[in-house]
């Protein structure tokens, strides 16, 4: 699945090249092609049901799986976002005041992400395991954002912050105030890819320079650099979503969901770090 996140990436539900992999004729009787891309892209592979020709000589196995429904996406993303939660939890409780292994744990979280990302199959261990250190990292950093002066119940408003924001898009999305197209999409990538090359300018100003950097974390500046990287998750959220509805019309093997569970998971996480950095800046 290729990722709508802005950091990380994912291939897409199928294995042909393009957005998603949609990018053959639709199956007949079949749901319409997507504004930007065409086709089943199981149609020729063991998981599309009676999708071979005439000619064509039957697999040399039964495959034992089922395409994906909404519901194992709902499971796999409850799962994943459980252990982000308990994680947390425990970060929270335990790691508040031990943030250099908080920060390890993240780091190492962010390399599994990658790791998953490059992988043609998704792995559920290596999934949780992301998500479990992932929740480890956030729960320290909210815990210790929490306990500072003027921040107390800040992560708690970045939490139904995220919810409100998940929510609000998901409504925008069934109801087509959002329609994700192609123009849409590149959009999107282009402006994740320029703020993630200015977050990275900013850090490397503040390691070198000192100070706030460019001044992209802090004040008037930071406020509007923060609203833009929730706009940035909410439009993630819309890509997901479409990613998510494609591969259930188009027969995507019951595997995909836990890649559709990572990328949720993934969106979810960043939308919640802009929605915290942003009510730190306005607190203060």
Do not use: H
Request: no cysteine; glycine share 12%.
């Amino acid at each position: 699945m290729r990722s709508s996140n802005p950091v990380f990436s994912r291939r897409g539900f199928s294995r042909d090249t393009g957005y998603a992999g949609f990018n053959a004729p639709p199956q007949a009787g079949g749901p319409t092609a997507t504004p930007y891309a065409g086709a089943n892209p199981y149609a020729t592979n063991p998981y599309a049901q009676g999708q071979q020709s005439a000619t064509q000589a039957p697999p040399q196995y039964t495959p034992q799986t089922r395409p994906m429904t909404m519901d194992d996406v709902v499971a796999r993303t409850g799962m994943t976002l459980g252990t982000v939660i308990a994680g947390a939890t425990v970060g929270w409780l335990f790691l508040t005041e031990n943030l250099g292994f908080a920060i390890g744990a993240g780091l190492v979280a962010m390399v599994l992400g990658f790791v998953q990302s490059f992988k043609r199959k998704p792995s559920p261990a290596l999934i949780l395991t992301y998500a479990a250190l992932e929740g480890l990292f956030l729960g320290a950093l909210s815990g210790f954002i929490n306990d500072l002066p003027k921040m107390n119940g800040a992560p708690m408003q970045a939490v139904l912050g995220t919810m409100a924001v998940f929510v609000a898009m998901l409504i925008a999305y069934k109801t087509g105030i959002v329609r994700v197209t192609a123009r849409f999409t590149r959009f999107v990538m282009i402006a994740a890819l320029g703020f993630v090359l200015l977050s990275l300018v900013n850090v490397l100003f503040m390691v070198f320079g000192g100070g706030d950097g460019l001044g992209f974390r802090s004040g008037g500046l930071g406020i509007l650099f923060g609203i833009v990287g929730v706009v940035l998750g909410a439009l993630f959220l819309a890509l997901d979503f479409k990613q998510v509805e494609d591969g259930i019309a188009y027969g995507a093997p019951r595997e995909e969901s836990w890649l559709a569970a990572f990328g949720l998971t993934l969106t979810l996480v960043w939308i919640y770090m802009e929605m915290l950095r942003l009510i730190s800046i306005l607190r203060d």
